[in-house]
């Protein structure tokens, strides 16, 4: 009996230790390849577009080099789409599934979405870091069980800015506390120390002030914006997934080998004269929330729109990465647009928070997930109306 209680608390121990470390290794590991992405990004586009301002490049300029890595793209992948780089969703479930990953072509992965992220593509980092790690891990660690190998990607998401992320992605709707949820925070802890001491990538808004509603006129205005926001957010979310499937149907890839070319060219154009509307967006929140870059009613929400449709277009037509950053900066946006068209109603937070929340309940299976992203990205701004318009969102959700 004693026996059996002294080495069960070791090998807990041991196994924790093991999970501390993978998380770790997974985001220097991350860490290091989006410094190398952000490199590339500033000499490709210029100092400003790291400060989430447009860039100053010329239309030839734009359209040559989106055009070239679109070329790129299609080289690699022309003929078989096994080599498009998976979502964050498909590598968790190859994770959970019983056969485990699947890591062939992940060269030829990683590759392309390195390409895509620093050709402006409109595509957050997290499925090329949780890609990255898996490959990685799967190689590093071979037989190794699927707890180090989750640690580890739950230390690539430490670029969310919040240690809890990769816990709440690996456990999705069932929290399994031994091998999803409890390694997935261990590493996800690990990774976000690690991370951040190499990188400081998807910072949000940190550094906007809080904007508190005083009286209870104003916190009934917030409130009511919030639901508004949420509903706006969830036709959003809509329109993308719809969108998305409609692409889908097209199966622009497999038919027209050139399909990324065609998008990078888009991808220049609005790099020249739309710049809201690609690159994943986390740097471009706080400069609008601070005015720095000032933008009419109807730029504003155009550009926000075109965000979502660029992630669709980019994703469906060889442009792989992920989605939630991108998505995350057009509903804030959107919400901005909308607060500047009712300014009467609510303030800045409610409208732009509850966008994000209604929009993120459509595009993840997670509430729990959803909330801690919103809240890691916007930094705490509008955590009420976060989670109104996620509630607003789920309800909706349950009825259509």
């Known amino acids: 009996m004693s026996t059996f209680s002294t080495s069960r608390p070791r090998s807990l121990l041991w196994w924790s230790l093991r999970a501390l470390l993978a998380g770790a290794a997974g ?19 210029g100092a400003s577009v790291l400060q989430g301002l447009p860039g100053e490049r010329p239309l030839v300029w734009c359209l040559l080099w ?20 998976p979502e964050m969703k498909e590598t968790l479930a190859q994770l959970r599934a019983p056969e485990g990953l699947n890591t062939k072509n992940g060269f030829t992965q990683l590759l392309g979405g390195i390409l895509a992220l620093t050709g402006g593509g409109t595509l957050g980092p997290e499925a090329l870091m949780t890609r990255l790690v898996a490959v990685g ?12 190998v989750a640690a580890a990607m739950a230390g690539s998401l430490g670029l969310f800015h919040s240690p809890l992320v990769g816990g709440a992605a690996l456990a999705g709707k069932k929290w399994q506390l031994i091998w999803r949820w409890l390694p997935g925070t261990i590493g996800g802890v690990a990774g976000f120390v690690a ?83 690609v690159f994943s967006g986390e740097n471009q929140l706080k400069p609008l929330v601070l005015g720095d870059w000032s933008l009419s009613t109807a730029i504003l929400m155009l550009s926000a729109i075109a965000k979502l449709l660029m992630v669709g277009l980019c994703l469906e037509t060889g442009w792989r990465g992920g989605q939630f950053f991108p998505v995350i900066l057009a509903s804030s946006a959107l919400g901005m ?21 209604g929009s993120l309940s459509v595009l993840l299976s997670s509430p729990l997930l959803g909330l801690v992203l919103g809240l890691s990205l916007l930094q705490g701004h509008g955590a009420v109306a976060l989670a109104i318009g996620l509630l607003v969102g789920q309800l909706l959700q349950r009825v259509h």
């Not at 969108?243 to 060219?265: C, V």
Request: a positive charge; glycine letters at 16%; one cysteine or more.
């Open 337 to 357: 647009g909308l607060h500047q068209w009712i300014p009467w109603i609510g303030g800045l937070d409610s409208w732009s928070a509850g966008v994000v929340g």
């Open 137 to 148: 891990s799967h190689h590093v660690w071979k037989g190794a069980d699927r707890n180090l």
């Open 66 to 85: 989106a055009g070239g890595i679109g070329l790129l793209l299609s080289l690699l992948q022309r003929q078989r789409q096994a080599r498009g780089l």
């Open 27 to 45: 985001g220097a590991m991350a860490a290091v390849v989006v410094s190398l992405a952000l490199t590339l990004q500033q000499w490709i586009w």
């Open 195 to 277: 991370f951040h001491g190499l990188n400081d990538f998807g910072g949000g808004m940190r550094g906007v002030p809080y904007l508190w509603p005083s009286g209870e006129e104003q916190r009934l205005g917030a409130m009511v914006a919030a639901v508004l926001a949420g509903l706006v957010g969830w036709l959003a979310g809509q329109m993308m997934r719809h969108w998305r499937q409609w692409l889908r149907q097209l199966q622009l890839l497999e038919r027209f080998w050139w399909s990324p070319i065609a998008t990078g060219l888009v991808v220049g154009l609005c790099l020249w004269g739309l710049p809201l509307a």
